[in-house]
């Protein structure tokens, strides 16, 4: 009887690999940084081949010290960075070009060009995004216009697109496919049939040739290649990150969010089967999408991003040096009873959701003579709270759902003064889980659902376990002040550097 589901959990800076057992719980992981390359101001690229080599060397790795055989894996669940669009030769399987990183910046002219051509509704209306150079439409796009000899070999089909989950299954599996959760990141797809867009494609003139068939999240989409594990194992798991994470943290039912505390904060909410268009600024997307019993269910989520979080305490250690270690923020915060009147808005390369102000700058006020480091520290967990209360605070207002708990994880979700306060300014319970690798355990619960390994989505949320539940204990006048001067401090940041 297999024992394990492997989930591949492909981030922005490192690969994982990681084994969990029947009880959702980690059997053995292994991690791998690969290189970044920043070649021009706002240009993010990775080569697609370090992806795949380090991707390949952490599966090698968590299988062989954890003396597990291929024999024992009953799936394979993908997740992946987002939006990072991978452009390669069908016949090679090699790259045509380096991989455009979701943070780069080099497709928003454009978007201003069909945002100024009057499109933007159209866009947000069909794919339930903003008309950003965030997604993978516009990166594609200026692959096929500026790589020599691209378009033409787009144009004869010699060429493939996809996001970061097709190129591994692609190498994998040698098949093209993605999840509408990863489709749903590209400005290309339409959210509400689930396929491809004929006139969205025209817009951004990509020929619909190049793209992935899509397959359900849950479900055997492929088998690997006998020559990489001497078994064909099946790939029943596909899903982006942080739509993984909001599975991974049980939130399967309408109103139900979880928020994650890394470089930034992704806040995602369940808002149903069907899409909610934001009118608050946020982005709607395709959670994921499983079998049913006569059709395919797809169940959809609301997102906030927020730029700076744990990236904001790197600051305070690599920019400040007031710490030399991201665990010893805590500390230094806990040295105050108060910030002081200090209140941070780390808005260093502008504000994500709900403000989308590419010019604000990181703004600091309320510094008397009598401010220290501690009140810094402070000031700067705060401000990770404050930014995500901003986000919950739009999604309310789109989704009129109101929130029982905040399910939360990430690196910074470690910080329990952070947790209390954040509990504390949204009014509402904060709950950590024990597994807070819930975007590897969210592809694992779609790839071994699919297998049998797990029966149903029932049995999968009755694993999510608390940790530790952080109950609010601010009171509501309070609240409301410290949400005031936070809205003032953000005001000063805004159109800063325009
Ligand atoms: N104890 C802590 N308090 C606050 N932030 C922390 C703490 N430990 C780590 N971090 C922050 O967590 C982030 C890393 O979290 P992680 O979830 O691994 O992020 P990512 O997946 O975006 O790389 C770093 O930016 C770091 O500054
Ligand atoms: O790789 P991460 O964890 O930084 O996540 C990146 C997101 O998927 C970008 O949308």
Known sequence: M???????D?????????LFDRAGLIHGAAQQEFRQFFPQPGWVEHDANDIWQSQRAVIDEVLR??????????????????ETTVLWDRATGEPVAPAIVWQDRRSTPCCEALRAAGHEVLFQQKTGLVLDAYFSGPKLKW????????RARADKGEL????????????MSGKHLTDPSNAARTLMFNIHTGQWDDELLALLDIPAGLLPAIVPSSGIAAHTDASLFGVALPIAGIAGDQQ????GQACHSPGMAKNTYGTGCFMLMHTGQAATIS???????????????????TDYLLEGSVFMAGAAIQWLRDGLGIIAHADQVEELALAVPDNGGVLFVPAFAGLGAPHWDAYARGTMVGMTRGTNKSHIARATLESIALQSADVLEAMQADAAMPLTQLRVDGGCARNNLLMQFQADILGVPVVRPVVTETTALGAAFLAGLAVGFWASQEEIAAQWQMERRFDPAMAADERVQRMGEWRRAVERSRAWSQ
């Open 65 to 82: 010290t954890n003396k597990v055989a291929p024999t024992d894996i009953a799936a394979i669940g993908i997740t992946n960075q987002r």
């Open 2 to 8: 297999t024992k394990f589901i492997l989930a591949i």
């Open 10 to 18: 492909q981030g922005t800076t490192s690969s994982r690999a990681i």
């Open 244 to 247: 993984a994470a909001t599975f």
């Open 279 to 297: 009118q608050n600024k946020l982005i709607s997307t395709i959670g994921w999408t499983l079998p049913g019993q006569t059709a395919n269910r």
């Open 160 to 171: 493939a697109f996809g996001t970061v989950d097709s190129w591994l299954i692609f190498k």
């Open 143 to 150: 692959l096929l216009d500026n790589v020599p000899g691209a």
